[in-house]
């Protein structure tokens, strides 16, 4: 069986309630997130409170907490370990920013996600701003780009996780690149 395989396995029998399964599947995909936590702090440029290891911690904290979700692959999981990981960002810049009353906000490297004429470093809650946005117009396209960004999937694994043809998120993810790269490089 394959690791995604296994992973589908062990979340299939996580959801029928059995325990046992839920720490076989964190074992497993531990260094995965641990990956994917350290991709979105290393491009930081303050000092952050969080690292790698107490973000997936808190990750598996929250996620092991949901039980009324019924997971259906993979892709899924992942998906909803990016809006986790996500929301723990924004949450921990939420409590710098008032500690320091405005100062300190994370910064994230834009690079993966492409975006043209955008700079460099982003402020995540400037990020996260943009994201709600977007959702206001387009949610699928706001999904994509956290689905990509947060959780660093590929397009067919997002294309999966949401059920969506891969031209479909091709097309979204193109949108959403453009119109974050205009939103967010607008000068204040």
Known sequence: MTQQGEVTARLNEWSAGDGAAEEALFREV???LRKLAHGRLCHEQVQVR??????????YLKLSQQ??????????FFAVCAT???RILIDDAKRRLRRKRGAGAIHV??????????????DVLALDQALVD???IRVQAARIVELR????????????ALGLGRSTVIRSWRFARSWLAQRLGEKP
Do not use: K, N
């Open 50 to 59: 969080i690292d790698t290891t107490e973000l997936v911690h808190e990750a």
């Open 134 to 136: 977007l959702a206001a």
């Open 149 to 160: 960004f947060f959780a660093g999937l590929s397009v067919d694994s997002t294309a999966a």
């Open 67 to 76: 039980r009324r979700v019924t997971w259906q692959c993979r892709d899924q």
């Open 30 to 32: 531990y260094p995965q």
């Open 109 to 122: 490297s834009t690079t993966d996600l492409d975006l043209a004429d955008m700079p460099r470093d982003l």
């Open 84 to 86: 986790v990981i996500r």
